[in-house]
């Protein structure tokens, strides 16, 4: 019980952080510092609250009546929501102290008090719809927390570019609660309640239900082709926002499915297949338009997109675990998808911070203007390198131990347990895919925006970050190498997690000790870290003896290089591009010499938002198109309506 | 005891011998050019070269560039670690360390283009955006296989499943190891750019990817370099033997020499293909490893039942 209060305190202390703003000065910094320190206090208070949870092993549950038809304040914390829990604290704690400097209440007078408001307002709704377990609770939180998020992202309303972003998001959004009221409705009419606890067995129109769910979540959690919200909304934000969208918002959509398939004590093998092939294709695609982007933020978006693929395709393994009653499916599949949740939180926050630091510096998020940042901010670099490395999934960082569980049960699932399942092997070739592109994808933003020479005379400007945006760098990198050097430190909560989303089925899933090499892997780690260090310092060392002679770049005898000479962003991921050119659709204009003197040319490539542009845009007119012909009878005159009323009365009392 | 020297010896072997095979590669292709050729153990007499002289490094670089050299000598050193020279387990192994193994060359990867984009060179980026985009194609091959193998041998470590299949196979699985070898030895070739995808003797606009990538490194960072390149070769040339070799059955030494003979002759087999064989157009290359990809998706899909 002790943990549910703690959890409670802070989600009330968190809506309330935004208050102080409201009556400070709003030219002056003190509202901003009261803000935080109440953020600070209500995160650590939840998050000692949630870390809780996993050291006993009760479920704390509190269910009070509330004076709404249908409606109960039902709250439970178990392993699965505290997991959730843990990373929407640690991220909103993080991002509030970056928005401190980032977004200071002085220099944003006009928009930083509605900024600190709705970001309380915001992760406090987070908070209470992953605890709540009735319907009407969950809806409540979710459209609270789905609102302040428009909010959010319209900070800057004034810009024609936001104001894009916000409607789009404020679209799909509704179409997501839309969905969800959908999927409410027929499981009331099912079951006769909107609590929420796992069926005995599977019910009828489980299959619908099932759908509806991950389309309506899906759009939150910005799976492939229900994303069209996603890069504009986080390219647009305040970069500690996007930090919070990519790391924690979308994922309240993974938890959606998740929770939603916890209903359901058997599913059928399809459902854990199609979640996984949904996967897939998001990873693939997500990773794949990301090579396209120019836009520093709009790249980090769409890698949010690959990461949600592959949380999907853990969670439907363990699905498939499920379906087939193989605990170590569902084991690693599970851990491999939690982790995931959580990695993805850590190094996508701390690449969208470091973004931000380089937008802060430069005024740009356009990486072909940049390069060379690295000796003007260095901390920066360092701690985008970690995130680069890290989101790629290699050792021995964080990303590569959810991987890892991921492929380890793909393995499983056609090579070991009793009935093979014949997606498994094309899964893990096409994580292996996601991987390679990953790298390269990030190779390209590392190199183009911190190495080399500055392509523009505002990436020669720019200057290193201030401490208060250091320091939820630092401390994210560290957590990055912790889990990846130290991954024993997550096997209890994987476990509990999975328990927790288990329970209805009451197979006992075994430990990850038993089942993953978490030991060796931190050897492994350790080893992998410490030989690079250690042959680095040699050269190092090398480097430092008064021989080495420094000089230009060798530039194939050419006497006057020039930094526009420079490998571009676009010239880089060239081939990628063209080569997913069916999927992505570049938009390249052609360079055309002629005569002997000719003028001045200029190529230009884009990758623009596919799916939304040449998909959803004109569905959504035609649609329009359509309805349009109903206009007709809305002319907004009373007495018509009342006409339309009497006339449907009339009707009505005819035909019964 | 015998376990213990066969790890002394696996060790020896990793650090020493991948230069000679890279010579054994050279000699071959000398010999159908009709030409004499470098001695076999040129490759180490480079690397000791390049080990004594001083560094050369461009104003434009940061520590980064030193990185590349660092972490690709490391990577590919520990990836030695776990994979089983012909039917001696590795010294490391464990379940899963086959994804370690391939992730580990993927670190490698991220470093050294990275170092290449770190010298602001059009030639060098232009070497590492290749680098990334073949590497890409090839990872699904390599992993496809390692399905096939794990399915094959029902285990998650290299040790077990490169070391079994060939010994307790069937006609069909013998089949199917031998579109495993075939895919394989077109990502070794593409990995580690030999022709038929990137010419290891120059570094020609066309041909420009490995080398280029490198082409501002100098002195002990260089020698990392050609010698990570030389074990990379080497450990990567293991999986696709290590498929085709049988266990003799006549113990610990004659299996050493079997593994000895088929490293040899896959250098040669390198040599013979990189001198009959024209590179390929760039824009093709992706298709040569698209289809490894799908002979190892044919071999995965064949033991579905």
Redesign the interface.
């Known amino acids: 019980m002790t943990s549910l209060t703690l959890v409670l305190a802070a989600i009330l202390l968190l809506a309330c952080s935004g208050l102080p703003s409201l009556v400070f000065s709003r030219v002056s910094d003190t509202g901003q510092r009261w803000s935080f320190g109440i953020t600070l206090a209500a995160t650590s208070i939840g998050a000692v609250g949630a870390v809780l949870t996993f050291a006993n092993d009760a479920t704390p549950e509190l269910n009070v009546p509330w004076a709404v038809p249908g409606g109960a304040f039902h709250v439970t914390l178990d392993g699965l929501s505290a997991a959730f829990l843990v990373s929407v604290f640690l991220l909103s704690a993080l991002g509030a102290l970056y928005g401190l400097s980032y977004w200071a209440q002085a220099e944003h007078p006009e928009n930083g008090v509605r900024l600190r408001f709705f970001y309380g307002l915001m992760t406090s709704a987070m908070a209470l719809l992953l605890i709540a377990r009735n319907g009407l609770l969950f809806l409540t939180a979710w459209e609270i927390m789905a609102l302040s998020g428009f909010f959010l992202i319209a900070t800057e309303h004034e810009k024609k570019d936001v104001q894009e972003a916000g409607w789009v998001y404020l679209v799909a959004t509704h179409l997501s609660s839309l969905l969800l009221f959908g999927f409410f409705a027929i499981y009331f009419a099912i079951t006769g309640t909107l609590e929420l606890k796992p069926f005995s067995e599977q019910p009828a129109f489980g299959a619908l239900l099932f759908l509806i769910a991950v389309a309506g979540f899906g759009i939150k959690a910005g799976l492939f082709p229900l994303h069209v919200w996603l890069p504009s909304a986080h390219a647009n934000a305040p970069s500690h926002v996007s930090a919070l969208f990519s790391g924690v918002v979308i994922k309240m959509g993974v938890y959606g499915v998740m929770r939603v398939c916890w209903l359901f004590p058997h599913p059928p093998l399809w459902w854990g297949s199609l979640l996984v092939a949904l996967g897939v294709v998001s990873g693939v695609l997500g990773v794949a338009f990301a090579l396209g982007q120019h836009d520093i933020k709009r790249l980090l978006a769409y890698h949010s997109i690959e990461n949600i693929g592959i949380i999907f395709m853990g969670f439907g393994l363990a699905m498939v675990g499920r379906s087939l009653g193989q605990p170590a499916l569902v084991a690693l599949g599970m851990a491999g998808a939690v982790l995931h949740v959580w990695n993805h939180g850590l190094f996508k926050a701390l690449l969208f911070l470091a973004a931000g630091a380089v937008i802060h510096a430069t005024h740009t998020r356009d990486i072909e203007r940049l390069?060379?940042l690295?000796?003007r901010m260095p901390h920066t670099a360092l701690m985008f390198?970690i995130g680069?490395?890290a989101i790629?999934?290699?050792?021995p960082l964080n990303g590569?131990i959810s991987?890892?569980f991921v492929?380890?049960g793909?393995?499983?699932a056609?090579?070991?347990d009793a009935r093979?399942w014949?997606l498994?092997?094309?899964t893990?070739?096409?994580?292996?895919?996601i991987?390679?592109?990953a790298?390269?994808c990030?190779?390209?933003v590392?190199?183009?925006v911190f190495?080399?020479?500055p392509r523009t005379e505002i990436a020669e400007s720019g200057s290193e970050c201030s401490p208060s945006m250091a320091v939820p760098m630092r401390l994210l990198a560290g957590l990055c190498f912790l889990i990846g050097l130290a991954p024993v430190v997550v096997v209890a909560f994987m476990d509990r997690a999975t328990t927790d989303w288990q329970f209805a089925h009451h197979d006992l899933t075994p430990s990850l000790f038993e089942?993953?090499?978490i030991l060796?892997?931190m050897a492994?780690g350790s080893?992998?870290a410490g030989?690079?260090a250690v042959?680095?310092f040699?050269?190092?060392r090398?480097?430092k003896?008064g021989?080495?002679?420094?000089?230009?770049?060798?530039?194939?005898g050419y006497i006057a290089?020039a930094?526009r000479?420079?490998?571009t962003a676009s010239?880089?991921?060239?081939?990628?591009v063209n080569?997913f050119g069916w999927a992505l659709r570049p938009h390249t204009s052609k360079v055309h010499f002629e005569g002997y003197w000719p003028k001045t040319n200029v190529f230009r490539s884009h990758v623009p938002e596919t799916v939304l542009d040449q998909l959803v845009v004109p569905l959504f007119r035609r649609t329009a198109d359509v309805f349009s012909l109903v206009r007709v009878m809305q002319q907004g005159r009373a007495q018509l309506y009342l006409v339309y009323i009497v006339a449907a009365l009339l009707v009505l009392l005819a035909t019964v | 005891m015998a376990r213990f020297f066969d790890i002394v010896i696996h060790l020896l072997v990793l650090v020493l011998l991948p230069p000679l095979v890279l010579g054994i590669v050279n000699k071959t292709k000398a010999w159908f050019g009709g030409r004499v050729g470098p001695p076999l153990t040129q490759v180490y007499s480079d690397v000791f070269k390049l080990m004594r002289k001083d560094l050369t490094l461009s104003r434009t670089t940061t520590w980064v560039f030193l990185m590349g050299p660092a972490v690709s000598l490391t990577t590919v050193l520990l990836a030695g670690l776990l994979i089983p020279f012909g039917m001696h387990a590795a010294p490391v192994s464990f379940t899963g360390d086959v994804i370690l193994a391939a992730y580990l060359l993927a670190l490698g990867r991220f470093f050294t283009a990275s170092a290449a984009l770190d010298t602001g060179s059009s030639f060098e980026g232009m070497g590492a955006a290749r680098e990334v985009t073949f590497s890409s194609f090839a990872e699904p091959a390599l992993f496809l296989g390692f399905a096939v193998l794990a399915r094959l041998t029902e285990s998650l470590s290299l040790s077990h499943m490169l070391a079994a299949p060939t010994s307790t196979g069937s006609v069909a699985s013998i089949g199917i190891i031998a579109l495993l070898v075939v895919a394989w030895f077109a990502v070794l070739l593409s990995e580690n750019s030999r022709i038929p995808v990137d010419d290891p003797n120059t570094h020609l606009e066309l041909t420009m990817i490995h080398e280029v990538m490198v082409l501002d490194h100098s002195g002990p960072a260089f020698g990392m370099i050609v010698y990570s390149a030389a074990v990379k070769l080497f450990v990567m040339s293991v999986l696709v033997v290590d498929l085709i070799v049988p266990k003799t059955g006549l113990g610990s030494p004659f299996d050493w020499l079997v593994f000895l003979v088929a490293m040899a002759a896959i250098g040669i087999a390198i040599g013979i293909v990189e001198s009959s064989i024209a590179r390929l157009r760039m824009v093709t290359v992706p298709k040569l490893l698209v289809s490894a990809c799908l002979l190892a998706a044919f071999g995965a899909s064949l033991l579905l039942r």
């Not at chain 1, 790629?392 to 050792?395: R, T």
């Not at chain 1, 021989?547 to 194939?556: A, F, I, P, R, S």
């Not at chain 1, 010239?571 to 990628?576: I, Y």
């Open positions: 390069g060379g690295s000796k390198l680069a490395v790629c999934g290699l050792p590569f991987e890892l492929y380890i793909l393995f499983r056609y090579a070991l093979s014949p498994a092997p094309f893990a070739a096409a994580l292996a895919l991987g390679g592109l790298v390269a990030f190779v390209k590392y190199g183009i190495l080399g020479e089942i993953a090499p060796p892997l492994a080893v992998v030989g690079t042959v680095f040699m050269l190092w090398a480097r003896r021989t080495t002679t420094y000089t230009g770049t060798w530039d194939c290089p930094a000479m420079q490998y010239s880089f991921a060239q081939m990628l080569l």
